[in-house]
C-alpha cells in the first residue's frame, strides 16, 4: 500500500466520523506521518528517491540545505531547516516526496471542539474549487463539515497593510532609505533571516495575515480552533515557529480541503449562499504577486497625499528572482525604497498546493479585488471595527502596543 493508498483510506473514515482503523500492513512510519504531521517536516520522503546519481535533483533545488542524503544514498528531509517551499517536490524526479497532510488530526479536532471553529481562508480562494463556489457558498461548506464559520483573512491582510504603510511613513524619510515588506510570505521570510541576515533591520517586526488572523480570533474566542487554509505549504512550517505557534492550530492546503470535499461527498457549488463581506481591495490583492506593494503604495498614498518621497516598489516572485533582487540590494543597488518577495512564481495563487493554474487565479484574485466594497483599509469600516474589539483605541495604536500583530525575529530554525 502506498503513502497515497494509506491517505485516502484513513480519508474516507475521518469524512464518514468513523473511528480511524488502518488496513493490515500498513507502514508505521507512514501512518505516523499522517496521524502527527507535527511531529515532520511539511516534505515527507515516505519513499525512496532515485532521481539520479550523484548530486540528486531535489537536494540542488534546496535553497535552504534542508534535503540531505545519508550514507546509503536516500534522502531525508532536515525538519529544522525544512520551510516547505515546494521546490525539492516539483525537481524530485522519482516522485518519491510528496507534502505533509493536517487533513486527519484536523478532522478529529473539529468532531471534538468544545468551543467555535473557524476556517481561515486565504485571499487566493476564489474559484479554486470550481468556478461556480462563491465565497457565501464556500462558507456554507465548512459550516457543513462542523465550523462554526470562515473568516476572510483578507481583512486581516487590511490590518496589515495598514501597520506597513505606517512603518513605512515613520521609517522611510530620505531617499536612501528602504523597507522590505515582512508579512505575507514565509519563504520570502526565510530567505531573508536566513541567507540574506544583513537586511534583516530592514524587515518591520510584523506577524503574516494568517497569524493576525488566528491571534485576533483566539483574543476574542480564547477556546477557539483555528485552521488556515490556503495553496501554500510553507504555512505548515509557519504556524509551528516557537514565536507563532498557537495562533493557527492547523494548516490545510487547498487540495487537502478539496480532499475532504470529495471524500465527504460535498459539492460546495450545489450549497446556498451566504454573504459577508470584509475586506477591502489591498487585502484580497495579497494572494498574487504585486499586491502587497499595490496594497502599501495606495494606502500611503490615502494617508499621506503631499508626502515628499512616495513609495517606489520594486517586486520578484519565484526564488530566483527574489534572489536576484536581495542580491542588488547587498551590492548597494538600491533602486526603489519598497522591496516585496513572493517565494512561489505568480506569488500565491502559484503556491505548491493550489489547485488552479497559476495565470487563472491572478484573474480570479483581481476580478474579487475589483468586486471589493472598499479601495483600501482606510475606507473599511470593518478594520477600526476589529482594531477597537481587540482594545486598540487609535489607528497608530497598534504600531507601539500591538503585540498581537508583531513578531520579534530572532535565530530563524536550524541556526544560531
Request: aromatic share 6%; hydrophobic share 40%; with cysteine.
Amino acid at each position: 500500500m502506498t503513502f497515497d493508498d494509506l491517505y485516502q483510506h484513513l480519508l474516507l473514515q475521518a469524512a464518514a466520523g468513523s473511528p480511524l482503523s488502518p488496513p493490515p500492513g500498513a507502514d508505521p512510519a507512514q501512518l505516523d506521518c499522517l496521524l502527527h504531521p507535527e511531529r515532520h517536516p511539511p516534505v515527507l520522503t515516505p519513499g525512496r528517491c532515485a532521481c539520479g546519481e550523484g548530486e540528486r535533483p531535489c537536494a540542488a533545488a534546496c535553497l535552504f540545505q534542508a534535503v540531505v542524503r545519508g550514507p546509503d544514498g536516500q534522502v531525508t528531509i532536515d525538519p529544522e531547516r525544512c520551510c516547505g517551499c515546494g521546490a525539492c517536490l516539483e525537481a524530485c524526479r522519482s516522485g518519491a516526496l510528496t507534502a505533509s497532510r493536517d487533513v486527519l488530526p484536523a478532522l478529529a479536532a473539529v468532531k471534538e471542539a468544545r468551543g467555535p471553529v473557524y476556517a481561515l481562508i486565504a485571499p487566493a480562494f476564489l474559484g479554486q474549487f470550481s468556478p461556480a463556489v462563491t465565497p457565501g457558498r464556500l462558507r456554507t461548506a465548512f459550516r457543513a463539515l462542523g465550523f462554526t464559520g470562515m473568516v476572510e483573512v483578507a481583512l486581516f491582510a487590511d490590518l496589515l497593510t495598514l501597520k506597513e504603510a505606517l512603518e513605512f511613513h515613520r521609517h522611510v524619510r530620505t531617499d536612501g532609505d528602504f523597507q522590505l515588506t515582512s508579512c505575507c510570505c514565509p519563504v520570502w521570510i526565510a530567505m531573508v533571516r536566513r541567507v540574506y541576515r544583513q537586511l534583516m533591520p530592514h524587515v518591520p517586526g510584523a506577524v503574516s495575515p494568517m497569524v493576525a488572523a488566528g491571534r485576533a480570533v483566539k483574543a476574542l474566542h480564547p477556546d477557539a480552533l483555528t485552521i488556515f487554509v490556503g495553496p501554500c505549504l510553507a504555512k505548515k512550517s509557519e504556524a509551528r515557529e516557537p514565536d507563532l505557534a498557537g495562533a493557527v492550530d492547523f494548516v490545510l492546503t487547498f487540495q487537502e480541503v478539496r480532499d475532504i470535499f470529495r471524500a465527504a461527498d460535498l459539492r460546495p457549488e450545489e450549497l446556498a449562499e451566504t454573504d459577508r463581506d470584509h475586506s477591502s481591495r489591498c487585502g484580497r490583492l495579497y494572494a498574487r504577486a504585486g499586491g502587497v506593494s499595490e496594497a502599501v503604495q495606495a494606502t500611503v498614498e490615502r494617508l499621506c497625499p503631499d508626502r515628499a518621497i512616495p513609495v517606489r516598489a520594486r517586486r520578484a516572485d519565484g526564488v530566483p528572482a527574489c534572489r536576484a533582487m536581495l542580491e542588488e540590494l547587498l551590492r548597494g543597488e538600491n533602486r526603489a525604497n519598497f522591496y516585496e518577495g513572493m517565494g512561489c512564481p505568480g506569488g500565491c495563487v502559484g503556491g505548491p498546493k493550489a489547485v488552479l493554474p497559476p495565470e487563472q487565479g491572478r484573474a480570479n484574485v483581481d476580478r474579487y479585488g475589483a468586486g471589493a466594497p472598499y479601495a483600501t483599509p482606510l475606507d473599511n469600516p470593518y478594520v477600526l471595527q476589529v482594531l477597537r474589539r481587540l482594545g486598540f483605541d487609535t489607528v497608530e495604536d497598534f504600531l507601539t502596543r500591538g503585540e498581537l500583530f508583531n513578531r520579534r525575529f530572532s535565530d530563524p530554525p536550524g541556526e544560531g
